[in-house]
């Protein structure tokens, strides 16, 4: 099956940062989310981007399908954007998301 | 529009008792998944369901079961519980079923098994 691998697995940076984020999967996908989760463990719906570019505010996220790989940028980091950040896909053959391990960022003010 | 609710959101079980959670979707949402998320294992694919129908189970006992209502709301039964089943239960919703259709979660309802 499909394989989902992001990095790195953990990120410590200081408030106003930059940070990028990666997710590489392993085979054709017609379905990618990047979700953040916050300390409570609520999952936050961040993109919905099998291909392309989208911009929310500070982030920003771009997905190359022919080369398989999703970026997720933060910018001017804020302590509240501390949390574990998901990567899920679909793939061709699997009518469920794949989840990568995640990103555990933690800003420091 | 409100957002997917979960109840109850903190629960404490002694092996061997059974449990049941509940998922409300997104008004309008008839897809409903579910996961289980260990700190060991990650977020794993429990089961989604359709209109009422089971449409895909990822590889857990059948110990772990589900159904959905005619309202879309749906519940998951975990019955003779281990300590293993200890996690966070996160349920998601989406307009309808199969790949491509972006997920919506709920807050997750955290099961403690003692």
């Known amino acids: 099956g499909i394989q989902v691998e992001q990095s790195p697995p953990d990120l410590i940076l200081q408030e106003g940062a930059n940070s990028t984020l990666r997710c590489n999967f392993s085979d054709s996908v017609n379905n990618l989310q990047w979700f953040h989760q916050n300390p409570w463990g609520q999952l936050i719906n961040l993109f919905y981007i099998p291909s392309g570019t989208k911009q929310n505010g500070r982030l920003s996220a771009t997905t190359v399908a022919t080369e398989r790989y999703s970026l997720l940028y933060i910018s001017s980091s804020q302590t509240t954007d501390s949390g574990v950040y998901f990567c899920a896909v679909y793939g061709d053959s699997n009518y469920q998301l794949i989840w990568g391990a995640g990103t555990k960022l933690i800003i420091k003010p | 529009k409100a957002g997917v609710t979960q109840t109850p959101r903190y629960l404490i079980k002694t092996r061997g008792q059974q449990v049941t959670l509940s998922c409300s979707p997104i008004?309008?949402?008839?897809?409903v998944s579910w996961y289980q998320q260990t700190p060991g294992q990650g977020l794993q694919f429990l089961f989604e369901?359709?209109?009422?129908?089971q449409r895909n189970k990822g590889n857990f006992p059948g110990r772990f079961s589900g159904r959905q209502f005619s309202n879309s709301r749906s519940e998951m039964n975990v019955s003779t519980l281990e300590l293993g089943d200890s996690a966070l239960y996160l349920c998601?919703?989406?307009?309808?079923w199969g790949f491509g259709n972006e997920q919506f979660f709920g807050p997750g309802t955290r099961l403690t098994v003692l």
């Open positions: 998601a919703s989406s307009l309808n």
């Open positions: 008004s309008g949402h008839r897809s």
């Open positions: 369901y359709f209109s009422e129908t």
